[in-house]
């Protein structure tokens, strides 16, 4: 099947962070899903991406997905939730009536939908104990509600690959480019659209670092990322709060004149 039109919605994990632009900007998964599905398509193809970094459950769905369902888009990807669980405040039963509904909105709208169970990410972040029964309640929802509504489920948390640290950027919390185009390749694959084998490819898993090296690399991470991190918690500021979508409207999206570049894969440490 070739859709003419698709829509990404959602947090930092659609908008693409932390896989950049030469200008800076980001890139990510869904762009990159895009460009391969244009190219399918043709030049009529439009893309738009609506998600932003720090938007949680309630925000997603209040913003963009009346935005979404107004486009009419052939595909709608929806990846939302994943900040909610890191609060204090979550709420799992809103949450998981919520899901439902949107889901069952975005389906009813005549767009097929993609839905993600999300990656553990909690091997190298605080918290742990509280967090990881979080994931696992709303990836057991995303899964079910997927299977009800006839959804595209891409299956991120059954990866094992995303444990490797070389798929995580320096903030512990999202995806570097080399992880992004895993996701890349996992969503084309469930569409049933080839790409780049390269996207597949991750180095092997680094050695442990040695005890020292660990902690002072832990605790150049809690300086740079997880201070500021609590500082908007409890200032009630969110990363996103200057940020706009980077493709607010549906509009032509035409493939490079080449596939992006496979990534080097760096020589295997040595033993």
């Not at 994943?82 to 809103?94: K, Q, V």
């Not at 605790?219 to 201070?227: K, S, T, V």
């Not at 035409?254 to 295997?268: D, E, M, T, V």
């Amino acid at each position: 099947m070739r859709w003419g039109s698709y829509v990404a919605v959602g947090d930092s994990f659609t908008e693409g962070m932390d896989d950049a632009y030469p200008d800076g900007t980001y890139r990510g998964w869904a762009d990159l899903v895009a460009t391969r599905l244009a190219a399918e398509a043709g030049p009529e193809f439009r893309y738009a991406n609506l998600a932003i970094r720090g938007r949680r459950f309630a925000g997603v769905v209040g913003e963009q997905v009346p935005l979404a369902l107004a486009m009419k888009p052939d595909l709608i990807s929806f990846a939302a939730g994943g900040n909610d669980i890191l609060r204090r405040t979550f709420d799992p039963e809103t949450m998981i009536s919520r899901f439902e509904t949107v889901v069952g909105d975005l389906r009813g709208n005549g767009a097929d939908v993609i839905l993600f169970r999300f990656a553990d990410l909690m091997a190298r972040l605080p918290g742990q104990r509280l967090v990881a029964p979080r994931v696992e309640l709303l990836n057991r929802v995303v899964g079910e509600t997927a299977e009800r509504h006839g959804a595209i489920l891409v299956d991120l948390y059954a990866d094992d690959t995303y444990l490797n640290p070389l798929l995580w950027s320096t903030d512990r919390l999202h995806l570097s480019e080399m992880g992004h185009r895993r996701v890349a390749a996992q969503v084309l694959d469930a569409l049933g659209v080839g790409c780049d084998e390269q996207w597949m490819l991750v180095p092997p898993h680094p050695e442990p670092s040695p005890w020292l090296a660990a902690r002072a690399a832990d605790l150049n991470w809690a300086g740079r990322h997880l201070a500021p991190w609590i500082t908007r918690r409890l200032t009630g500021r969110s990363s996103g709060d200057t940020i706009t979508a980077k493709r607010p409207t549906l509009t032509p999206f035409p493939p490079p004149a080449s596939p992006p570049p496979s990534l080097p894969l760096p020589p295997a440490p040595e033993r």
